[in-house]
């Protein structure tokens, strides 16, 4: 051996970030003052398509974070040791560095020595020049290696990647196998003594920005923020409550890692997934949310499939694989859409309280791309819940009012246009969208668009109206307002059925079909009809001077935006109903009751017959309403009515005679309905 007194210190130069080593198993018998100490540079590999075995291609590197630990093996045969295999390991830490490639620092404990494997020793010259076998392991960014205890480790290496959102990077483990031959005469070559690092797993990356409406909020260093942290499932779920379903997870997350073939291969188990918080600092990105799988890790079956579940600030949006599919057909070797080694699946997506926008690619750690809307709030429109409601000609526009509350804070949103009979689609002026899953609404529609909402000092909405002659163009005569239709349990609330009882109470949460807007007419019309006997007949009654009154009516009332009840304003007044001829009359009335209380008859019409023109003589009959019995259309019965209601036409036949009133009744038009019999008064 030399005199040399010099010490060789073994040092590595990564492109990922290194630090501290320990060395083991070192003999102190070597002479170390011979051909000097082992040297690396190290990188890690961040193109996986241009990985080749030969490394002809030229990938591109990334330095590791300041203060990574190492751990590596070296291996190298030297026959004057027994056994002569051998196998030294130590863990080093990476430096700093502003370029690609780190330096590790080791101590003097943890220094590796080309003369522990018999470089110096001239009856080792053949093993010599076969070279080190070089493997190492770290998670980037960690201070503590991952512990390889035994030599099977090496080659396989369990390794579960963590799933409950909690440091999900402390799984981001990266491997090198490249230095299988390296020489003591190309410790000069840095292509030679280069280290390469590749992940062996794959990662998924959520870029998640705040947008219009999240302006409450501290989380993020974005001009929108979040007012909590967001949730992100991995899962194939569809509702909030199955992402507990097994059946819905699809994340492969145990396995074992190969240091020695820089493979890992998954026991083909799932695993429910959260992913990880693990910037909110970045200036355009509110928070990235990160996943680290095993490769093979499907996403999306079909391109309607859900991959993830997204919660943010109680806004759930279901993130789906049409995009993030596409995007990986442009990538070699992503035929059966499944994550492959080394491959970073980044998705941005922007969230409105009004929805959410997304896009994603596939790139270098390499990138995926998706899309994804909120649900829209969609409508379907139509006229009268009963056979023979008509929709007036210019039913093309109504104004649509949503609120969160069953009986107040209606605000108008927009304006539909379309028509009700489904010959095209409704359209909103502008477009709306649930804000989140669990947020409940409660809609109206009114027509026409025009038409006034009024609030009193309770907060209680309200159509102000009034009787008025009948006239089907105008207000209010052609007044509709609009209520969703629910019917069976088809709507998901809060992870549970609600049936329709509980939709009209607590309103409908986010759906992506339509909901079913049903119209009614909001006030009543009455007509009256005036006949007599023959004019030959003892008790003959002129009409031709007649004058048709409503004693102790409503005049005026509230149609409520809460249930579409009226409720009278003026009562008990005496009305008189607009005559289109001395024997037709006929006005539209605020919906109201026919009886008192205690269910006596209340409502009566005062029919006052002229013997001219002058007025001078009169004749004054008097009915009351409530007993005209009517047979409602498919009833088997006739019954009384007691009020008249909404959205129905009342169409009275009055017989006058010199003694007595004969009438008849039926409903036709808004709601038809025949008049069972004649009922004298």
């Known amino acids: 051996m030399t005199g040399k007194n010099i010490i060789y210190t073994l040092i590595a130069s990564f492109v990922l970030a290194l630090s501290a080593c320990t060395s083991e198993d070192m003999s102190d018998s070597f002479d170390r003052t011979a051909d000097g100490t082992i040297d690396f540079n190290v990188g890690v590999e961040v193109s996986p398509a241009s990985r080749t075995i030969t490394r002809s291609a030229s990938p591109t590197y990334v330095a590791m974070q300041a203060g990574t630990q190492v751990r590596l093996k070296v291996d190298g045969v030297w026959n004057r040791k027994d056994p002569k295999n051998i196998s030294q390991k130590t863990t080093c830490t990476s430096e700093a560095t502003t370029s690609t490639v780190n330096k590790l620092s080791f101590s003097d404990e943890e220094t590796l020595y080309w003369d522990d494997y018999g470089t110096g020793d001239p009856d080792n010259q053949a093993n010599t020049d076969q070279g080190l076998r070089v493997l190492g392991v770290a998670v980037d960014g960690m201070s503590h290696a991952p512990e390889v205890n035994t030599e099977s480790e090496w080659e396989s290496l369990s390794w579960p990647v963590a799933i409950d959102g909690e440091n999900v990077l402390n799984s981001d483990i990266i491997v090198s196998n490249n230095l299988k031959a390296y020489k003591f005469a190309e410790r000069k070559d840095d292509e030679a003594k280069k280290m390469v690092f590749v992940h062996p797993l794959s990662k998924i990356t959520f870029n998640i920005t705040a947008g219009e409406g999240f302006t409450k909020g501290t989380i993020g260093a974005t001009v929108n923020k979040f007012e909590k942290e967001p949730i992100l499932w991995l899962t194939n779920a569809t509702t909030l409550a199955d992402i507990e379903k097994e059946a819905n997870n699809y994340v492969l997350a145990t396995g074992t890692v190969s240091i020695q073939k820089a493979v890992a291969e998954s026991d083909n188990k799932t695993s429910k997934y959260i992913a990880g918080t693990t910037s909110t600092s970045n200036q355009t990105i509110t928070v990235v949310k990160q996943a680290i799988v095993y490769p093979g890790t499907p996403l999306g079956a079909s391109d309607d499939a859900v991959i993830a579940v997204l919660n943010a600030d109680d806004n759930i949006y279901y993130i789906r694989a049409k995009e993030i599919r596409e995007a990986m057909t442009k990538v070699d070797g992503h035929a059966l859409f499944k994550t492959l080694p080394g491959y970073n699946y980044i998705i941005n997506i922007k969230v409105n309280k009004t929805g959410a926008r997304l896009t994603a690619t596939v790139a270098d750690w390499n990138e995926v791309n998706s899309d994804e809307v909120h649900p829209i709030i969609n409508v379907d429109a139509f006229i009268g819940d009963l056979a023979g409601n008509a929709s007036p000609e210019d039913f093309t526009a109504f104004t649509f009012w949503r609120s969160e509350k069953i009986a107040q804070d209606y605000q108008h949103e927009a304006t539909l246009t379309g028509t009700p009979d489904?010959?095209?689609?409704?359209?909103?002026?502008?477009?709306?969208?649930?804000?989140?899953?669990?947020?409940?609404?409660?809609?109206?529609?009114?027509?026409?668009?025009?038409?006034?909402?009024?609030?009193?000092?309770n907060g209680q909405q309200y159509v102000e109206v009034h009787n008025d002659a009948y006239s089907e163009k105008s207000f209010p005569s052609n007044f509709l307002m609009g209520m969703p239709e629910f019917s069976g349990k088809d709507y998901m609330c809060n992870n549970e059925d609600h049936d329709a009882v509980d939709m009209r109470i607590y309103g409908i949460c986010a759906r992506s079909s339509a909901i079913n807007m049903n119209f009614r007419y909001m006030m009543s019309q009455v007509e009256v009809k005036l006949s007599s006997s023959e004019t030959t007949a003892d008790n003959y009654v002129d009409l031709a001077e007649c004058q048709v009154e409503l004693v102790n009516i409503g005049t005026e009332g509230h149609i409520l935006l809460s249930d579409r009840s009226a409720v009278v304003m003026k009562d008990n007044q005496t009305y008189t109903l607009p005559g289109t001829s001395s024997t037709h009359y006929h006005g539209v009335i605020v919906p109201q009751a026919l009886v008192n209380a205690d269910k006596s008859n209340k409502v009566k019409f005062k029919i006052t017959v002229y013997d001219d023109a002058s007025h001078t003589n009169k004749d004054v009959y008097y009915a009351d309403v409530a007993p005209v019995k009517v047979k409602a259309l498919g009833a088997s019965t006739s019954e009384a009515v007691t009020a008249w209601e909404s959205g129905t036409h009342y169409v009275y036949n009055l017989k006058i005679t010199k003694t007595e009133i004969k009438a008849t009744a039926s409903l036709t038009d808004w709601k038809t309905v025949e008049a069972s019999e004649e009922v004298w008064f």
Do not use: C, M
């Open 422 to 457: 489904g010959t095209t689609d409704w359209t909103f002026s502008n477009t709306l969208y649930w804000t989140h899953h669990n947020q409940h609404y409660h809609f109206r529609g009114i027509f026409p668009t025009t038409t006034a909402v009024t609030t009193d000092t």
